[in-house]
């Protein structure tokens, strides 16, 4: 069974940034794509971005483009969000998962609070 750990969410003030760390373990990760979904209260959750088993492409949501930036550690199965020029929008709980996600393997997410 997968599992995934996210953390390094936390309150921050608009124009802050975060970094987002996802360890994985369970299943032979550097052979998924995988991504970090967001899920705001009364929305369903949405795909931020994607990068492929070698980082070698990256996509990401059309509202972070040019704001946040993935990467993978496939040694040690960690995937990352670094998140620059945070807006109030971007208030979610943050979810990393392989892509297509593994839908039974959900981890706890990580709370992101942009507000002043």
């Known amino acids: 069974q997968a599992q995934f750990v996210e953390s390094g969410g936390g309150l921050v003030q608009p124009g802050g940034s975060l970094r987002l760390s996802c360890a994985a373990s369970g299943f032979p990760f550097s052979i998924y794509a995988m991504s970090w979904y967001r899920q705001a209260p009364g929305k369903e959750r949405e795909v931020v971005a994607r990068?492929?088993?070698?980082?070698?492409?990256?996509t990401y949501a059309d509202s972070v483009k040019g704001r946040f930036t993935i990467s993978r550690d496939n040694a040690n199965t960690t995937v990352y969000l670094q998140m620059n020029s945070l807006k109030p929008e971007d208030t979610a709980v943050y979810y990393c998962?392989?892509?297509?996600?593994?839908?039974?393997?959900w981890g706890q997410g990580t709370q992101v609070t942009v507000s002043s």
């Open positions: 990068v492929s088993i070698t980082g070698g492409t990256i």
């Open positions: 998962n392989t892509n297509p996600p593994r839908t039974a393997d």
